[in-house]
């Protein structure tokens, strides 16, 4: 321990994050100025992780909420050779590896990308839950910790309370998050917006609280030695700090706590940039140097540290060695792979609801992959991942040995939570609720598509045929604006997100399939709450459905066709009805295309897409959805027949009458289009 030295690293920090944000003149300087401390005595005596192997399965992680408070970690990561002087000069600028708010970048030490508030630290429990997961499976010896940081505007984010919720249910001991508690916003103070007592909030949820001077290098000494060896709760560490810690006026007087500090540079304040890197024992000429007994201090940290990390994996070899079915294992679910599946043997009563298909399948794969978490926002029963539940046990405080979460009523945090576990790593991810209830989740499915996590999502009542829970329950726009996602490239130039309405029983699991082998990025499943009939296939239909992952194909084909008509998901089987009466009564060729993904569908060679859809014909859609869903398409000189409007409560088979979604009316709007052409 050496005081001095502790105080230079503290303020070296301070001064890195006050020069970075003034060179780009955009960032927070204030709340990275009062979080230095915390970060300082956390990364050089607390936590651990192998410098020289960055991406090691059992290192400590750091979840960042205040994604704002971005200079903090590159400062401090720059102390621990993680990023270049020029990276940290470069701060905010294109095509620099230090963006504005944190993105995932594990080999320089960047866990999440943070994303609104209130995201990072719920990402951070569920990395915590996938930690106990594993531990329950492999051993005790899988105990690195999860450390979040938060401040004022994640404690205020709602998910706060679901994360706080479950992460206290589940007695997540491993789970050591630090409040940031300067009382400043961005543009009020806090008492301005709350008067609530946040340390007995997290009390009632059933963590460990402890406030101390977040200064104070002692005091965060021992409430991280205290949290380490905590092993019932989560604890959570509010630290009293100062925004803008260190600022001084031009004349030298303390200019600190002020709200102005927290999102501008500080020299567009009442502090001056010069005479605050001076206080803070920086050279303003050169603002971008690591103190030279600082230097010192972290080029031998990072020896000590490799060391340690050394001893920890001679630890892990040994336990190998001694268990070598376990360890194959082990290996096997951090790879990512899946075992081998065979979803040909699933079997399927006929004219099931999409989602209990998908509830057979998820029975199967209790069974088949040990290393799944499957979450519902309790609605199991109704989302039919219980089919998954009933081959296994939830989740419970002290007993991580079942693979099902019981989210509660909280599809925001069930769905970041699953991030989480994603960006853990050894375990799949899966989350379900119905599909209006989607809109609750869209933020952290973002992150999903941005972080490219191979999250699963499960979505069931796909349509206005929820029926008589009305217009609130019954989603029209949801595809539609998950559908956004499939036509937008993340940052690997890939298609963001898979996107997956399937017809029948068969191209459920052909769904599953192609939902489980994306491991690149998030998947979505939209199932029916009502029975369809089972396409016609002449032979195996799953042999048939397999060519779903084109993302399209013919389900019905006939030579020169006068008319082709396309959707996804149950309005399939209302076009093969509506075929039925054109060709009987009207003598026409009909085909119908089946597409699962459009997305996906265009991706294809266009051969093969002119195959399915060819542009030379009439084209017509049918969607329970906005026409939107099909337009791209069917193009301009096809026919869409949707909703343009929310639904009403009714019975569904009243519903799809209303609306015209039965085989006749369909077969009536065809006819009309054709006269058209």
């Known amino acids: 321990m050496n005081k001095k030295l502790d105080q230079q690293a503290a303020d070296n920090i301070r001064a890195l994050a006050v020069a970075m944000v003034e060179k780009a003149n955009s960032g927070h300087p204030g709340g990275p100025m009062g979080g230095a401390d915390f970060m300082h005595i956390l990364y050089s005596e607390f936590f651990n992780y192998d410098p020289s192997d960055m991406e090691w399965p059992f290192r400590d992680r750091f979840f960042m909420d205040a994604g704002h408070l971005s200079t903090l970690m590159y400062a401090q990561y720059y102390l621990l050779g993680n990023y270049s002087k020029e990276d940290v000069s470069n701060f905010r600028q294109w095509g620099s590896i230090t963006p504005g708010h944190p993105e995932v970048d594990v080999k320089r030490g960047i866990e999440n990308t943070s994303g609104p508030l209130g995201q990072g630290h719920t990402m951070g429990v569920g990395a915590a839950i996938a930690t106990k997961f594993l531990?329950?499976?492999?051993?005790?010896?899988?105990?690195h910790k999860v450390y979040g940081f938060i401040s004022d505007g994640g404690i205020q984010e709602e998910i706060s309370q679901g994360a706080g919720r479950i992460a206290g249910h589940l007695g997540l001991s491993n789970f050591i998050m630090f409040f940031d508690s300067n009382d400043i916003q961005l543009s009020t103070s806090t008492d301005e917006v709350t008067t609530e007592d946040t340390a007995m909030k997290?009390?009632?949820?059933?963590?460990?609280?402890?406030?101390?001077?977040g200064h104070d290098h002692d005091a965060i000494r021992k409430a991280l030695k205290d949290a380490n060896n905590e092993t019932e709760k989560p604890t959570l560490i509010i630290g009293k700090t100062i925004m803008g810690k260190g600022c001084v006026t031009s004349n030298g007087d303390m200019y600190e706590g002020h709200c102005e500090l927290h999102g501008k540079p500080i020299g567009a304040t009442g502090a001056d940039y010069h005479k605050t890197l001076e206080n803070l024992g920086a050279d303003a000429e050169k603002p971008f140097d690591i103190f030279s007994d600082v230097e010192a201090f972290y080029r031998d940290l990072i020896v000590e540290k490799t060391k340690q990390a050394a001893a920890k994996k001679a630890e892990i070899a040994a336990w190998k060695q001694d268990n070598t079915e376990l360890a194959d294992k082990l290996d096997f679910f951090l790879s990512g792979k899946l075992p081998e599946l065979d979803f040909a043997s699933i079997e399927h009563k006929a004219g099931l609801a999409t989602r209990a298909a998908s509830s057979n399948v998820l029975a199967y794969l209790a069974e088949n992959v040990e290393n799944m978490i499957v979450s519902s926002a309790d609605l199991s029963n109704s989302d039919k991942t219980d089919g998954f539940l009933k081959k296994t046990s939830a989740l419970q405080k002290g007993d991580f040995s079942g693979s099902f979460l019981q989210a509660g009523v909280a599809e925001l945090t069930m769905a970041c939570i699953a991030n989480g576990i994603a960006l853990h790593g050894g375990v799949i991810p899966v989350v379900a609720t119905f599909f209006v209830f989607s809109d609750y989740m869209k933020p952290a499915i973002r992150l999903s598509a941005i972080q490219e996590l191979p999250v699963k999502y499960v979505w069931t009542h796909d349509a206005f045929r929820v029926g008589e829970d009305g217009p609130t329950h019954q989603p029209i726009e949801q595809e539609a604006q998950i559908r956004l996602l499939e036509k937008m490239q993340n940052h690997s130039h890939k298609q963001s997100f898979l996107a997956l309405?399937?017809?029948?029983?068969?191209e459920t699991s052909v769904a599953w399939k192609m939902a489980l082998e994306n491991t690149d990025t998030p998947s979505g499943l939209i199932l029916s709450r009502q029975g369809i009939k089972d396409v016609p296939a002449e032979g195996s239909?799953?042999?048939?459905?397999?060519?779903?992952?084109k993302g399209g194909y013919l389900v019905k084909e006939v030579e020169n066709p006068d008319i082709v008509l396309v959707a996804n998901g149950s309005e399939v089987s209302t076009l093969i009805a509506a075929a039925e009466i054109l060709e009987a009564d009207h003598n026409l060729k009909v085909s119908i295309a089946s597409v699962i993904s459009e997305g996906?569908?265009?991706?294809?060679?266009?051969?093969?897409?002119?195959?399915?859809?060819?542009?030379?014909?009439?084209?017509?859609?049918?969607?329970a959805g906005l026409p939107v869903n099909l337009e791209g398409l069917v193009g301009d000189a096809g026919k869409v027949f949707g909703l343009e409007h929310f639904g009403y409560s009714a019975p569904a088979s009243v519903l799809d009458d209303k609306f015209g979604f039965t085989g006749e009316k369909v077969s009536k709007e065809v006819l009309a289009y054709l006269q058209t052409k």
């Open 135 to 143: 531990a329950a499976r492999f051993g005790d010896w899988i105990n």
């Open 202 to 213: 997290y009390e009632a949820w059933g963590w460990k609280v402890v406030t101390i001077d």
């Open 501 to 506: 309405r399937p017809a029948d029983s068969a």
């Open 541 to 549: 239909r799953y042999e048939a459905a397999l060519t779903a992952e």
């Open 600 to 623: 996906l569908f265009k991706q294809q060679p266009k051969d093969y897409q002119n195959s399915v859809i060819p542009k030379n014909k009439p084209l017509f859609g049918l969607t």
